[in-house]
């Protein structure tokens, strides 16, 4: 049973920084590209931040300059440092394991969720 264990969501007040992690027990991890995905209520799921298997980042513009995600492939870990928080930063936030096998198989696990409040 794979499990992506979140942990870091909290109250935080406008300005401030966050930062959360991801424990996820995969026994080839370095192989899937790790992802922070968030919802606000009322609104759809959306991509934050996600990670390579090589190491290369992506981000979403909202977030571009202020998350920065980082992985431990020798922990199986991920963790996304939150700066400058903003109100519209408020959602849950989940974690996000994928992987492509070479069959072209997609291969995908979900966090159970943690919050984040940025308050103004």
């Known amino acids: 049973q794979v499990q992506l264990v979140e942990s870091g969501g909290g109250l935080v007040q406008a300005g401030g920084s966050l930062r959360l992690s991801c424990a996820a027990s995969?026994?080839?991890?370095?192989?899937?590209?790790m992802g922070w995905y968030r919802q606000a209520p009322g609104k759809q799921r959306e991509l934050v931040a996600r990670?390579?298997?090589?190491?290369?980042?992506d981000y979403a513009d909202s977030v571009k300059g202020r998350f920065t995600l980082s992985r431990d492939n020798a922990k199986n870990t991920v963790s996304l440092q939150m700066n400058s928080l903003k109100p519209e930063d408020t959602a849950v936030y989940y974690c996000n394991a994928a992987h492509t096998t070479t069959w072209g198989r997609r291969i995908e696990y979900w966090g159970q969720g943690t919050q984040v409040t940025v308050s103004s």
């Open positions: 995969l026994s080839t991890f370095s192989l899937y590209a």
């Open positions: 990670i390579s298997s090589g190491g290369t980042t």
